[in-house]
C-alpha cells in the first residue's frame, strides 16, 4: 500500500467556505488542512520489518473542515462571540454540533452521561457525554474556570492561550491508538462546536480497512489525557464505554465503469448516528495509476438531500496505484430513504491544468462540479427496518 491523495475529501468537505471569512475561522481551516499526517503501518507479510508503505490519514481533518465551514457561514459578531465565552454550557454539548446523528443520539438514549471532571490551577475539564456506535466514538470535553479568554481551541504555534488544548491522546484499555495491532486505521480529531468552552473528539475505527478487524471492543476503558496550554499537570479522565449495538449492513456489489475506472460499492452500513460507503476502486489501464483522478462522492437521499461528510481514509491496494478501496463516513439521513445514491463529481480547479489545489467556485461560493453519470449507482434500503432504528414509527 502506498500514499493515496484523499486531501480531495478536505476541499469537498470545507466547500461551504466563503472566500472572505474572519482571520479566527480562516486560521482554523488552515490548521485542519494541514493536521493531514502520514503514518507507518505494517502488513502480515513484513511484521520483521518496518514497512516503508504509508497511509494518509484524513479522517478528522474532514469533519472538522466541514464544521469549520459553517461556522463561517454563520459567524458572529465580535460582541457575541464574547458574550459567548461567558455563557456556561446548558443541556447537551452534542446539541452544539452541526451533525444531526449526534443531535439526536441524546433523544434515542444513545448518550452516556457522566461525571467524569478533574481540576488543576483553577481550571476543570470534563467529559459529559460519550457515544459509541461501533464505528466512531464521540467525547464531549467542557471547560470551566476563570480567566480563560480564548476558545479552547484556539492554540498554534504563535498563539499559547491559557486552557486551549495543547495535546490529546486517547487510550483504549490502556493501550495508544497507534497500537501496531490496528493497522493504522484509527484516526482522533478534535472539533469546535458553537460554544467556545466545549470541543467534540472522535475516534473513527476504519474497520474496512483493516480486514474487517474492529480496532475498538465492544465494551472497553477509555483513558483521555487532555494537556492544555498554561497548566502544568495534563487532565487524565478514565470512562467506561460500552457499543451501541444497533446496525443495519446492506451489501451491495453494484459495479459501474467509466472509462479505464471501475467503481463498486461493496456495502452500506448504517448506525442511528452515522452512514458509511465501503468501496473499491480499480484502474484498469496500465498506464494510468489512480492517484492522477480528483473525484470526489457524495451520498443522497430520496429527496435529493446530500449528506454531511463526517470524515474518511483510503488505502491503495498495490504498488501501481491501480486499487485503492474507501470508507467514507457521513452523517445519518434525517427521514429513512426509500433508496440512496452514490454520486461522483469532478470539480473544477482555478488552475485548469491541476488536478490539486483550490477550487473554482461559482457565485454562491459553491464548488463547480461535473458529475460522471456513468458511476452512479442507487441502491434500494430498508425502510421499515431503517425507519425503527432511527426512531421514527
Known sequence: MKHIELDKELREAGKQLHPKVPDMIRRRQDEVYASLAEIPMQTKADRKHRSRKKIRRVVGAVAAAAFIGVMSSAYLSPAMAESLKRIPVIGSIFKLTNNL?????????????????????????????????????????????????????????????????RDVNVLINGQTMNNESNGGRLA???????????VLYELFDYSYLNGGKAAIPDQFQLTAKIALEGIAEPFIMEIPVRKNNELIVMPSGETREWGSLRLTLEEVTFTPITTVIRMNIERTDSAKSLNSDSLLYEIWDDQ??????????????????????????????????????????????????ANSGPYKLDENSEIIKTYVQDLEITVPVDRASLKKMYGQQ
Open 101 to 165: 446523528g449526534l443531535q439526536t443520539a441524546e433523544e434515542r438514549g444513545l448518550v452516556a452521561m457522566t461525571d467524569t471532571r478533574i481540576t488543576h490551577e483553577g481550571v476543570t475539564l470534563s467529559i459529559p457525554e460519550v457515544s459509541y456506535d461501533g464505528i466512531r466514538l464521540s467525547m464531549a470535553v467542557k471547560r470551566e474556570g476563570e480567566g480563560l479568554a480564548h476558545g479552547m481551541m484556539d492554540h498554534n504555534e504563535s498563539t499559547s492561550a491559557r486552557g486551549s488544548i
Open 188 to 198: 482522533l480529531i478534535g472539533k469546535p462546536t458553537l460554544d467556545p468552552h466545549a
Open 304 to 353: 435529493g438531500r446530500v449528506l454531511g461528510m463526517v470524515g474518511g481514509m483510503g488505502v491503495y491496494e498495490d504498488n501501481s496505484q491501480k486499487h485503492q478501496r474507501d470508507e467514507l463516513l457521513f452523517d445519518r439521513f434525517a427521514d429513512a430513504p426509500a433508496h440512496i445514491t452514490l454520486k461522483a463529481f469532478l470539480p473544477e480547479f482555478e488552475d485548469p491544468s
